[in-house]
Each structure stands twice: as C-alpha cells, then as structure tokens.
C-alpha cells in the first residue's frame, strides 16, 4: 500500500477502534444512569444501593480487561476494582476509613501504570514543573484548611493522618497523569481531585449541607473514572500500533 492508502487504512481502524469501544461502555452508561435513577438522599444503606453503586467501577475494568489483558489487573482494571470496594464502603459512613484506604490503592495502582512503558516517558518541560507546583501549593493548602475539621471528626486520630496520605497519593497519581500527556488521563485525575474534594467538604462538615451534593460528587467522579479508562486504552492501542485490529 502506498502512503495515502495506509493513511486510509489507519483511519478506518480508528473510527472502527472508537466504536467498538463506545459500545463496550453502553454498560457502564447504562448503570451510571439506573444509580442516579435510584439515587435518593433519605434512603437506608444497603447491599443493594452499594451494588447499584459499584457496579460502574467494575463494568469499567471489565472493559479495560477485555482490551488491555489480564495484566491491567495491576494497572487500571485492578484500580477500577478497588475503586468498587471503595465504593461499597462508603455507602456505610462508618465504614468511611476502609472506603479511603481502597481507593488509596486505586490511586497507588494508576500511578504505578501511568509510569509503565506503555506511556513514552518525556523529559521534565518547565509547564510541567508549574503544573506540579501548583498541585502541590493546591492540595497542601486544602488539607491545612480542612484540618481543623478533621480535628473535630469521629475517628480524628486515623483520619488525621490518614487523608493526609490520601492528599498525597492523588496528587502523585495527578502529577504523574500530567507526565502521561494524555489528555483523557489528565482530564480525569483532575476530575478525580474535584470529586474527592468535594465529598470532603460534605463529609467533614466543612460546608452546609448542599442539596446536590452528592450528585456533584458522583457525576465528577464516574467520569473520573470513565476517562481514565478510555485513556488507557488508547494508550495501549498506540502502543501496540493497532496489532489487535491488525490481526483480527
């Protein structure tokens, strides 16, 4: 094939790449609507609203399984699992602590992926170092103003401590999402930050309560989670320069 021919090519494989795709996330769209469907701010936990909960997360990382292998296990697929457990957890309050520690792993477990070869590694730009900067000046500064709210907490002395390391966490896996260069990855850590920002507002008594809160918290929150595993995909897909398109 000559160049424009392969150029032609390429293009139907991508177009075909993205509808393959966008049907394999009907699931995930499809649950993320029946949990707003159902949501409501009076109701009783309960297994029931923590599977409708969850379910998004883990028809997320049965996509990523199905595209990017078994080894996204410890990758994305493996963070959308724990980001799952997490999710069932915090349908308990009292189970708020075991909830964050999961989605810690989550987020240990993207930026683990975020550094792996399937990403191509870029020098350090000056943009780049700012962009740190400020995500370090933003989630220090966060956390010093929720302190003193944490203070007040159940539980201060592992909450304390403990969402201090999970600030730490997330911004390492943002910073990291930044190196990737991807924009889905990017959009998404920082889609992630607000989300949990947001619920420690709620949470933590920092703000009155707001009647959509919780909305807010889960709307940034699936498509948090939706954007970095369409983003991993694709990244694999580069990678492998479309070999599974190839061989089909």
């Not at 078994?70 to 997490?86: D, P």
């Not at 975020?114 to 191509?120: C, E, P, Q, V």
């Not at 000046?137 to 709210?149: K, R, S």
């Not at 703000?207 to 807010?216: A, D, K, R, S, Y």
Request: hydrophobic share 55%; glycine share 6%.
């Amino acid at each position: 094939m000559d160049i424009l021919e392969t150029d032609a090519y390429d293009k139907r494989l991508r177009r075909n790449m993205s509808c393959a795709l966008l049907l394999s996330l009907l699931p995930f769209f499809l649950s993320s609507a029946l949990y707003f469907y159902l949501w409501s701010p009076d109701a009783a936990p309960s297994v029931a609203s923590a599977g409708v909960k969850s379910a998004p997360a883990l028809l997320l990382a049965v996509v990523v399984l199905s595209w990017n292998g078994g080894q996204s296990v410890l990758g994305v697929a493996g963070g959308l699992i724990f980001s799952a457990v997490g999710d069932c957890c915090l349908v308990w309050p009292e189970y708020f602590i075991h909830g964050m520690g999961a989605f810690a792993v989550a987020h240990l477990l993207y930026a683990v992926t975020f550094l792996s070869s399937r990403y191509a590694t870029y020098s350090a730009s000056s943009l780049n170092r700012v962009l740190y900067l400020i995500l370090l000046v933003v989630g220090g500064a966060f956390y010093i103003y929720l302190f003193p709210f944490l203070q007040k907490a159940k539980n201060s002395d592992l909450l304390t401590p403990g969402v201090g390391i999970y600030f730490i966490l997330i911004a390492v896996m943002a910073a990291l999402a930044i190196r990737t260069r991807h924009a889905a990855i990017l959009l998404g850590s920082l889609s992630f930050m607000v989300s949990d920002a947001s619920l420690a507002l709620q949470v933590f008594k920092v703000l009155p309560p707001i009647e959509h809160g919780q909305i807010f918290v889960m709307v940034t929150y699936y498509l948090a989670q939706l954007l970095i595993a369409v983003g991993d995909i694709r990244a694999a897909e580069d990678k492998d320069d479309f070999s599974k398109w190839k061989r089909s």
